[in-house]
């Protein structure tokens, strides 16, 4: 995907299994312009015992593009059967959410849902001796023609390695504007449509402010000071929160990096606002969802637009950039609700909005249970996707209330009225393929805009680099 984006996760592993002893070499296809060469001459020089894959995204959970990257990791997985003996792990928040189609699909050896770090060493040891994998947390693997599948590993406290020194994160900065870390990981909320209770867990696992902090200095040390944290909300639970800020204020870490987090507008306060904005956090991505409190709790989200209006004004006061993200389709929305949402969203004044369109359906959420009960009650209508045949939630598959029309872009679009704080939906693209130049398009897979204005040295959330952009065209270089 352009812009590129650091595979974390691959380096909290790779750091994790060093610890235990364990020899870790990375080929990063991610930064590679020729990755099958990468892979056959990294493996006509090195054999492993076992190969990981880490596998970010399944799609681009954009509607009118619907990219999907599954059949791509199919053949990267047969390029590396050819050229190895060793057996294949697969693992990453992509392959987590959907663990046992994922498995299925590609036939690899073995697949890892959850937390990456202790699966990984104990899949190693069990390679090496007994091969009894039914300890090996989260893994997934066929054992007399059957898939058998390990509960995740979710530990409650976690403790990661700060050195972030297997991956070569500054490529990754000059090449994806930002570098991401986490703070915790899991959530408790249950908005119907989330995928992240799936692949993180149902509670928050906390990270160690102290280490979060050595982490970012590691990272400075490496040139590197914009960040974006990768936790689902950063404020929940806020006392967490707040001592990651404490903890950054302590150490004037504010003075020397700029950071992006995802924030829910509640809880949100003036004192966890000023705090973030002296610990160097300079934007906000609010999980908004909708102005209308009947969408709202549709979602089962837990704030009302009145929390939205109060973080707005909260930002405001401390100097931080808004981004409100909409949810826009969902079940029982209609022209008369959007158009709620979006006068709410211009009377509040965000710096800008994301008026995405279309909720991706996952396995295994509350959204599934609503798409499976109108489809036998013969409803259909509210399905949009790119594949024939039966509804394989596998693929790109996106609900959107048929109440909106035959054409809800262009409803949206109208509502919207050529409003520039607006990221607004596009119409559905024929085929398949996502790139694009426009500063309104907000789907991050193949934004040449944004690669261009990174290459000429912006740095940035994208939402943040994509405004700018508007407001000041000329810096498009
Ligand atoms: C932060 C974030 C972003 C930030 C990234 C900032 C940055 N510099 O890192 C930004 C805003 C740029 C972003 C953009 C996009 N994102 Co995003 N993002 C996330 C988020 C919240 C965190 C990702 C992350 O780094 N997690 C932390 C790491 C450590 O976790 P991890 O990768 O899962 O790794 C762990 C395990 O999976 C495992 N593991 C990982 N690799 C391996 C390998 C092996 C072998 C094993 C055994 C285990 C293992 O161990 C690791 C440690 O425990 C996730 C949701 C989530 N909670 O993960 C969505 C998520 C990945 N994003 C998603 C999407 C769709 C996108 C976009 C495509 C959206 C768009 N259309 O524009 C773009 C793509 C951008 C690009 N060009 O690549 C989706 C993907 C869903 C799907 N259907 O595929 C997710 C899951 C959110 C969601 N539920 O919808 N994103």
């Known amino acids: 995907m352009t812009p590129a984006i650091g595979p974390i996760g691959l380096d909290y592993i790779a750091g994790s299994a060093q610890r235990a002893g364990i020899e870790v070499e990375i080929v990063d296809l991610g930064l590679a312009d020729e990755p099958v060469s990468a892979l056959t001459e990294h493996f006509s020089a090195s054999q492993p015992e076992l190969v990981g894959i880490s596998f970010r995204n399944n799609d681009d959970c954009f509607w009118p593009s619907a990219d999907w990257f599954v059949p791509a990791l199919k053949s990267t997985i047969e390029t590396i059967h050819n050229l190895t003996e060793a057996p294949i792990v697969i693992g990453g928040v992509g392959f987590s959410i959907l663990p046992e189609p994922i498995f299925e699909y590609t036939g690899v050896d073995f697949g890892v849902r959850g937390d990456g770090e202790p699966a990984i060493t104990s899949l190693i040891q069990q390679l090496r001796t007994t091969r009894d994998f039914t300890d090996v947390p989260g893994l997934i693997w066929r054992e007399n023609g059957k898939t058998r599948c390990n509960p995740p590993s979710w530990p409650d406290s976690i403790s990661l390695n700060p050195a972030r020194d297997f991956v070569d994160n500054l490529s990754y900065f000059e090449k994806g504007g930002q570098c991401g870390l986490e703070t915790k990981r899991g959530c408790n909320r249950n908005c119907i449509y989330c995928a992240d209770p799936l692949a993180k867990g149902t509670r928050p696992r906390l990270r160690n402010p102290a280490e979060v902090a050595d982490e970012v200095q590691n990272l400075l040390s490496q040139g590197i000071d914009v960040l974006h944290f990768c936790d689902s909300e950063f404020n929940v639970p806020r006392p967490h929160a707040y001592a990651v800020c404490h903890e950054f204020n302590r150490r004037s870490l504010g003075e020397k990096i700029r950071w992006y987090a995802y924030l829910s507008p509640s809880p949100f306060d003036a004192e ?77 004044n965000p710096d800008c909005a994301g008026a995405a369109l279309g909720v991706r359906v996952y396995p295994n959420t509350a959204m599934e249970r609503v798409l499976a009960k109108e489809l036998q009650e013969g409803k259909d209508a509210n399905i949009r996707r790119k594949y024939s045949g039966p509804i ?10 048929g109440d909106l029309g035959e054409h809800p872009a262009a409803l949206v679009k109208d509502l919207i009225d050529g409003d520039k704080r607006f990221f607004e939906p596009m119409e559905e693209i024929e085929g398949s393929g996502a790139s694009s130049s426009d500063s309104a398009d907000y789907n991050y897979n193949e934004n040449l805009l944004l690669a261009q204005a990174i290459r000429n040295g912006t740095r940035g959330a994208y939402w943040d680099i994509l405004r700018q952009l508007r407001n000041c065209p000329e810096n498009r270089g």
């Open 392 to 401: 394989d939630l596998l693929k790109p598959t996106f609900y959107i209330s």
């Open 272 to 348: 966890l606002a000023k705090a973030m904005a002296r610990a160097g956090c300079v934007g906000i991505n609010f999980t908004g969802d909708s102005g209308c409190e009947a969408m709202l709790r549709t979602y089962r989200q837990q704030h009302s637009s009145e929390d939205i209006a109060t973080a707005v004004e909260l930002c405001r006061l401390n100097g931080i950039a808004i981004m409100i993200d909409l949810l826009l389709g969902g079940p029982g929305e209609t022209p008369q609700t959007v158009r709620e949402t979006i006068e709410f969203i211009k009377r509040i």
